[in-house]
T-cell receptor, first 112, second 114 residues
Framework: TQLLEQSPQFLSIQEGENLTVYCNSS?????LQWYRQEPGEGPVLLVT?????EVKKLKRLTFQFGDARKDSSLHITAAQPGDTGLYLC????????????FGAGTQVVVTP | DTEVTQTPKHLVMGMTNKKSLKCEQH?????MYWYKQKAKKPPELMFV???????INESVPSRFSPECPNSSLLNLHLHALQPEDSALYLC?????????????FGPGTRLLVL
């Protein structure tokens, strides 16, 4: 099984601070997705990274895919209360076509 | 448009009831998924349909019965559920036209079994 380990599990910061969430594996993934989920709602896709070393920016969010395609990070600059949510990374395991392996998630709380 | 819709938004049912959850997408995706999610945990895969045929059943109890009437619709029929089945049920879809594995999720149905 290709596990995805997310860290930290929980992050509480104040508005205006920066934060980074990590998603690591010992296995290679062909792509990784990042989702944000609010309580009682479905995960909303933020980004898909495909190429090793890729960096994608979405306003204040910066996503990196490791050169070896085994890890990824999400960096939020100047966090806002609207960034609060459960952040999930997910990727397709090579031995299970059509499935997604999820990380355990990082709960981010941004207080005003 | 990357929208997956689910109805109902909330559902309360007794252990002897029969109910159905519905999911719809009009993105032309030919792979559709049901997931179950408990609070503060990642989604757990239940079923996968590929080209309207059931391709993966993750050993889900028979009280959950999926159905894919056409390429846009996915149902989950519920019968004789247990209180521990209370959870957020998520539908997702994925394009089979590309190699990308990105799944798009619906808003979910919050189910409470009494």
């Amino acid at each position: 099984t290709q596990l995805l380990e997310q860290s930290p599990q929980f992050l509480s910061i104040q508005e205006g601070e920066n934060l980074t969430v990590y998603c690591n594996s010992s296995s290679v993934f062909s792509s990784l997705q990042w989702y944000r989920q609010e309580p009682g709602e479905g995960p909303v896709l933020l980004v898909t990274v495909v190429t090793g070393g890729e960096v994608k920016k979405l306003k204040r969010l910066t996503f990196q895919f490791g050169d070896a395609r085994k890890d990824s990070s999400l960096h939020i600059t100047a966090a806002q209360p609207g960034d609060t949510g459960l952040y999930l990374c997910a990727g397709p395991p090579t031995d299970s076509w059509g499935k997604l392996q999820f990380g355990a998630g990082t709960q981010v709380v941004v207080t005003p | 448009d990357t929208e997956v819709t689910q109805t109902p938004k909330h559902l309360v049912m007794g252990m002897t009831n029969k109910k159905s959850l519905k999911c719809e997408q009009h993105m032309g995706h030919r792979a559709m998924y049901w997931y179950k999610q408990k609070a503060k945990k990642p989604p757990e895969l239940m079923f996968v349909y590929s080209y309207e045929k059931l391709s993966i059943n993750e050993s889900v109890p028979s009280r959950f019965s999926p159905e894919c009437p056409n390429s846009s619709l996915l149902n989950l029929h519920l019968h004789a559920l247990q209180p521990e089945d209370s959870a957020l049920y998520l539908c997702a879809s994925r394009s089979t036209a590309t190699n990308q594995e990105t799944q798009y999720f619906g808003p979910g149905t919050r189910l409470l079994v009494l």
